[in-house]
């Protein structure tokens, strides 16, 4: 069965890296994506990898994927204040189109 | 380029009303999903469409939900009688079928509140 798992908080200091971590358990994952969640507002897709690749880099964006591990991780380079929010990771099997979530990371960027 | 527009925004009604939520996907896409958002149980799949034909509504809680999705620009999500239970934030999503990937997009959300 499938199963996202994310730690439910995270501190970092402005101008820091910060970096959200995520599990899954279901080998047959093809995309794995990073939302953000701004407080009172939806879903932002940040990033997605296709399950294949190893690593993914966008701006201040790099996505690390270790398929061995299962494990997914976000580093955000240049904590900003404006990074404060929740960060879900999320996962689609096979061919299906439907997106299972992780928990949330809730990122606290502190000045 | 106007995203996933859903309405209301935010809507509280007593129990036992119906309660209706609308949602308006990207031009072009061709998946509809619509997601449930509550503390306790973060967001879940409540039932997925495909150039308008309901696939997968394994997650639809029980018959007081329903969902239609009459045509590409639109869909429902309806919730008769409602529970305070049922308070929580609904996501509608979308998606293009095709090779460039599984993008989904999510709308800004209907926050219920059902006292």
């Known amino acids: 069965g499938e199963d996202v798992e994310q730690s439910l908080f995270l501190s970092v200091r402005e101008g820091d890296s910060s970096v959200i971590n995520c599990t899954y358990t279901?080998?047959?994952?093809?995309?794995l994506y990073w939302y953000k969640q701004e407080p009172g507002a939806g879903l932002q897709l940040l990033t997605y990898?296709?399950?294949?690749?190893d690593m993914k880099q966008d701006q201040r964006l790099t996505v690390l994927l270790n398929k061995k591990d299962k494990h997914l991780s976000l580093r955000i380079a240049d904590t900003q204040t404006g990074d404060s929010a929740i960060y879900f990771c999320?996962?689609?099997?096979?061919?299906?189109?439907?997106?299972?979530f992780g928990s949330g990371t809730q990122l606290t960027v502190l000045p | 380029d106007a995203g996933v527009i859903q309405s209301p925004r935010h809507e509280v009604t007593e129990m036992g009303q119906e309660v209706t939520l609308r949602c308006k996907p990207i031009?072009?896409?061709?998946?509809l999903f619509w997601y449930r958002q509550t503390m306790m149980r973060g967001l879940e799949l409540l039932i997925y469409?495909?150039?308008?034909?309901?696939?997968?509504d394994s997650g639809m809680p029980e018959d007081r939900f329903s969902a239609k999705m009459p045509n590409a620009s639109f869909s429902t999500l309806k919730i008769q009688p409602s529970e305070p239970r049922d308070s929580a934030v609904y996501f509608c999503?979308?998606?293009?079928?095709?090779?460039?990937?599984?993008?989904?997009?999510f709308g800004e959300g209907s926050w219920l509140t059902v006292v």
């Open positions: 999503a979308s998606s293009p079928d095709g090779v460039s990937g599984n993008t989904i997009y």
């Open positions: 279901d080998s047959s994952s093809t995309y």
């Open positions: 990898i296709f399950s294949n690749m």
């Open positions: 999320a996962e689609t099997l096979g061919t299906a189109r439907q997106l299972t």
């Open positions: 031009s072009g896409h061709n998946s």
């Open positions: 469409f495909n150039n308008n034909v309901p696939i997968d």
